[in-house]
């Protein structure tokens, strides 16, 4: 069964330092990859996503992620942090066949401290 | 374009009471998905539906709980005789075609926050 993997539950950053939150997945077939964040009060948006090609994949608001198929991980990164990215950031896995069934993980709470 | 819309943002209930949640989904959007986030777990899949038609339920308990998206109005979640177990955040999904990810998106709603007291 697919499954999703977020080791960290909550991050604390530095406005203007680096960020990487881990991403690792179980899954029988080609994934399709997504990271979704939630800010405060807000729905779950999309930032990226990753189906094929290139294995680093840009996405809004200056985040991007890398698939690396041999370590079945899709680390979600962004090279200086603002204190508007504090939000929950959800990984998730499904197929081609919709949205149906996606496979979430818990989830990693980002903290940016000035 | 206003967004996925659900509401209550926040609904209580006693124990064995009924529960209502609402999902209006994008403009032009027919395909609708909820799922449940359960305290400390990730979103869960529930049922995929379109207007008048319910798509796929395979992560629909198999009591208490149902799920309609009628050709007027919002789709709703209704969970029958409420249990502490049910308290969870349950968010909506929609997406202008039901097939394909590449190529489309589904978009969120902020979430209906149940408690069940």
Partial sequence: AQSVTQPDIHITVSEGASLELRCNYSYGATPYLFWYVQSPGQGLQLLLKYFSGDTLVQGIKGFEAEFKRSQSSFNLRKPSVHWSDAAEYFCAVGANTGFQKLVFGTGTRLLVSP | NAGVMQNPRHLVRRRGQEARLRCSPMKGHSHVYWYRQLPEEGLKFMVYLQ???????????KERFSAEFPKEGPSILRIQQVVRGDSAAYFCASSPRGRGVTDTEAFFG????????
Avoid: A, F, Y
Avoid at chain 2, 110 to 117: H, I, K, P, W
């Fill in chain 2, 51 to 61: 207007k008048e038609n319910i798509i796929d339920e395979s992560g629909m308990p």
């Fill in chain 2, 110 to 117: 902020q979430g209906t926050r149940l408690t069940v007291v």
